[in-house]
């Protein structure tokens, strides 16, 4: 049992839904105190509002990660309400799905914006915070979809998402001056808001190719959030794990036949 984030200031980004919001049910429930950061006011308050009628101490800031001064002002204020920064789940990010031929010069930078230089800030932001402090934990959300496999749609996506694993292992030498580790985790297909939106057909399929055959849940990805952050992984660092039902074990469609 990971007793030791009790009283932890935490912060989630993207922590109104998907997978930031199961990150962040995981950490209030074992009694941090837990920011969450996301553009969108009115979903922050209801998944505020559900975490904290569950026994949460929970609240919120509205940012948009890809925003120097916005992720600066957040994590400053998170800071200051929950009397310190222990750990950054830097989780938000989007996947929308177009295939290179068509897809504009802008949206491969706005993807890189919101997935991989937002990783950038959220690590700048808090540095400071883990210094005064005397130490900290970073988690970041990166995927399967890039560092181990590929999809249509998701060249950009893919190399965002490989970015953020490419990113860690320079950070975690420079963090560990500030006795700070930094570890990511990679989902699989993880039922949530963004996911759904891709459509029924796609979450059946996707199903289908896992050999535990369901799509991952939230708190799957909050329970690998909560041991990188815990003081249990913290000769950990540089690393990341899979979370994805087996999804990636598959050589072939034969292969699940078998199963
Ligand atoms: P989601 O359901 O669409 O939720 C995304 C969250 O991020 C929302 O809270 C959203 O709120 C926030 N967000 C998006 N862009 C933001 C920005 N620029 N600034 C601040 N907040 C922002 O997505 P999800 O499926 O949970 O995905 C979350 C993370 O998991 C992403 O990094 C994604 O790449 C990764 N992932 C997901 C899966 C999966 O199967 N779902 C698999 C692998 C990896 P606002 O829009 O209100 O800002």
Not at 78 to 98: E, H, I, K, R, S
Not at 168 to 196: C, D, F, H, W
Request: with cysteine.
């Amino acid at each position: 049992m990971l007793t030791s984030l009790k009283g932890k200031s935490v912060i989630v980004t993207g922590g109104s839904k998907g997978i930031g919001r199961g990150i962040a049910q995981v950490f209030a429930r074992v009694g941090a105190k837990v920011t969450l950061a996301s553009r969108g006011e009115e979903a922050l308050k209801i998944a505020c509002d559900e975490m904290n009628a569950a026994g949460g101490d929970v609240r919120y800031e509205t940012c948009d990660v890809s925003d120097w001064a916005s992720v600066r002002a957040m994590v400053d204020n998170a800071a200051t309400a929950q009397g310190g920064l222990d750990v950054m789940c830097a989780n938000a990010g989007y996947y929308p799905q177009t295939k290179i031929v068509d897809m504009d010069p802008e949206e491969w930078d706005d993807v890189m914006a919101n997935n991989l230089r937002s990783s950038f800030l959220c690590v700048k932001a808090a540095i400071p915070h883990f210094e005064k402090g005397g130490k900290g934990r970073v988690v970041l959300t990166s995927s399967i979809t890039g560092p181990v496999t590929g999809f249509p749609g998701w060249s950009h996506y893919g190399a965002s998402k490989s970015g953020q694993l490419g990113f860690l292992k320079t950070a975690a030498m420079e963090l560990s001056r500030y006795n700070t580790t930094i570890n990511a985790v990679m989902p699989g297909n993880i039922y949530t808001e963004g996911l759904q939106g891709l459509g029924q057909e796609y979450l059946d399929t996707m199903a289908a190719s896992i050999p535990l055959k369901r799509l991952g849940d939230i708190e799957d990805i909050g329970n690998a959030a909560l041991f990188f952050a815990s003081d249990e992984a913290g000769y950990i660092t540089g690393q990341q794990i899979v979370v994805d039902g087996g999804q990636i074990l598959p050589e072939s469609l034969e292969a699940m036949d078998e199963i």
